[in-house]
């Protein structure tokens, strides 16, 4: 074998081999990059996961601490004694009328006087106070409660109080106790019936 054929021989092998060396090169740096992006998809999910797992974790303690801070400002208001001050106020005001009983002794009428006076002083301590509706004043619905509905013509007169029969307890405009009332309610047949009457009476 001639130099010449030799030399362009071993140039061919050396050519080939660096063709393989290259297409492994590609074919390792592939694995390479595919075991990367593997790696990346997998931190991915692990940071997303714990991503999540925490902000889960704050908005359960700031669920908690949102409850705790509710909690205190219930008891800063008193509101935990809110059911005791209801049945206080029903006791103040539904017996209260046992002072205008005149088969009660007066040693019996006083000691009522002083109960429902230390009752009244309970209820003032914690902001709450008797109220009663004037005749002829708008009706609140949620601070009352209608016992008798009372027909009138009068068209100015619908939903206002016609009368107070028991009082109320109110406590930061929530009542502790509704009051018993009766309003008046316009029926426009009365009008009609008036003004026929007052034709016939003309006539």
């Known amino acids: 074998m001639s130099s010449e054929v030799q030399t362009n021989?071993?140039?061919?092998?050396?050519?080939?081999?660096?063709?393989?060396?290259?297409?492994?090169?590609?074919?390792?740096?592939?694995?390479?990059?595919g075991e990367v992006i593997d790696k990346q998809e997998r931190n991915?999910?692990?940071?997303?996961?714990?991503?999540r797992e925490n902000v889960n974790f704050q908005n359960q303690v700031r669920q908690g601490m949102q409850n705790?801070?509710?909690?205190?400002k219930e008891?800063?208001?008193g509101e935990q004694f809110t059911p005791l001050l209801k049945e206080i106020?029903?006791?103040?005001?539904?017996?209260?009328?046992?002072?205008?009983?005149?088969?009660?002794?007066?040693?019996?009428?006083?000691?009522?006087?002083?109960?429902?006076?230390?009752?009244?002083d309970i209820l003032s301590d914690y902001d709450a106070?008797?109220?009663?509706?004037?005749?002829?004043?708008?009706?609140?619905p949620v601070l009352t409660k209608i016992i008798n509905t009372i027909a009138t013509d009068d068209?100015?007169?619908?939903?206002?109080?016609?009368k107070s029969r028991r009082?109320?307890?109110?406590?930061?405009?929530?009542?502790?106790?509704?009051?018993?009332?009766?309003?008046?309610?316009y029926d426009p047949s009365l009008s009609t019936k008036s003004e026929m009457l007052t034709t016939i009476n003309n006539d």
Request: glycine share 4%; aromatic share 6%.
């Open 44 to 51: 991915s999910k692990q940071l997303t996961q714990v991503l």
């Open 75 to 77: 008891q800063q208001r």
């Open 89 to 120: 106020a029903a006791v103040c005001v539904e017996y209260r009328n046992l002072l205008n009983d005149e088969t009660i002794s007066d040693n019996v009428r006083r000691t009522l006087q002083l109960l429902f006076d230390q009752l009244e």
């Open 68 to 72: 705790e801070l509710v909690t205190i």
């Open 167 to 185: 009082a109320g307890v109110v406590r930061g405009g929530h009542p502790l106790y509704r009051e018993y009332v009766d309003v008046y309610v």
């Open 9 to 33: 021989y071993q140039i061919e092998e050396e050519n080939l081999s660096d063709e393989s060396s290259i297409k492994n090169e590609i074919v390792r740096l592939s694995n390479l990059i």
């Open 155 to 162: 068209e100015k007169k619908h939903n206002t109080i016609a």
């Open 129 to 140: 106070e008797l109220f009663i509706s004037q005749i002829g004043e708008i009706r609140k």
